[in-house]
């Protein structure tokens, strides 16, 4: 099962930021917090990770609480291509690291 | 250059059917991956295999087998389709590591059984 909550689905106007918010009450201090994104009919697509510190790439940024328990990814500037779902992962620190997708947030950019 | 590519792309057919679904990457990766997305868009993973190791979700029937001819290569062949196989399927890739590795997915094979 997915160790991430995350809300069923968001709107957010193009041009605007869009924050999407994931809770990971249980993550272990080892453990990374990964994005993806799968847009209708794709394979899914990495965004961002990271561990305890704030990222940003060219894509996003991901800010992670100080307790590390949850975790928002910024899109700065939605647009209409960023309408997709959006996963919040846990990565399990094993040697071969499966991704174990939960239902993510399906995010809807709107003109 | 396609970083994983999956073919084909769309496969129908009967059940009772064996097929193969073929998945290559160019990144040089050490690790691939198999996963199932169903009707209801969850996305599960099935295998993980490198050159030293094969992880099997338990859940997956043994008509699914993954053959891995080289480092670049994992294919999935399936025996005896059944209508419950219906789904698309994702190949992946990964460097061999811990948490910290991203995957590379490719565009899917959309199977259906008839």
């Known amino acids: 099962d997915a160790k991430t909550t995350q809300p069923t689905s968001m709107d957010c106007a193009e041009g605007r930021a869009a924050n999407l918010p994931c809770n990971h009450s249980?993550?272990?201090?080892?453990?990374?917090v990964y994005w993806y994104r799968q847009i209708h009919s794709q394979g899914p697509q990495y965004i961002i990770h990271?561990?305890?510190n704030n990222e940003t790439n060219e894509m996003a940024s991901l800010i992670i609480t100080e307790d590390r328990k949850s975790s928002t990814l910024i899109l700065p500037h939605a647009t209409l291509r960023d309408t997709a779902v959006y996963y919040c992962?846990?990565?399990?620190?094993?040697?071969?690291?499966?991704?174990?997708f939960g239902k993510g947030t399906k995010l809807s950019v709107k003109p | 250059d396609t970083a994983v590519s999956q073919t084909p792309k769309y496969l129908v057919t009967q059940m009772g059917n064996d097929k193969s679904i073929k998945c290559e990457q160019n990144?040089?990766?050490?690790?691939m991956y198999w996963y199932k997305q169903d009707s209801k868009k969850f996305l599960k993973i099935m295998f993980s295999?490198?050159?030293?190791?094969?992880?099997i979700n338990e859940t997956v029937p043994n008509r699914f087998s993954p053959k891995s001819p080289d480092k670049a290569h994992l294919n999935l062949h399936i025996n005896s389709l059944e209508l419950g196989d219906s789904a698309v399927y994702f190949c992946?890739?990964?460097?061999?590591?811990?948490?910290?590795?991203?995957?590379?997915f490719g565009q899917g094979t959309r199977l259906t059984v008839v």
């Open positions: 249980t993550i272990s201090g080892n453990e990374y």
């Open positions: 990144l040089g990766h050490d690790t």
């Open positions: 990271g561990l305890k």
């Open positions: 992962i846990v990565r399990v620190r094993r040697s071969q690291g499966n991704l174990i």
């Open positions: 295999y490198n050159n030293k190791e094969l992880i």
């Open positions: 992946a890739s990964s460097r061999l590591g811990g948490g910290d590795t991203e995957a590379f």
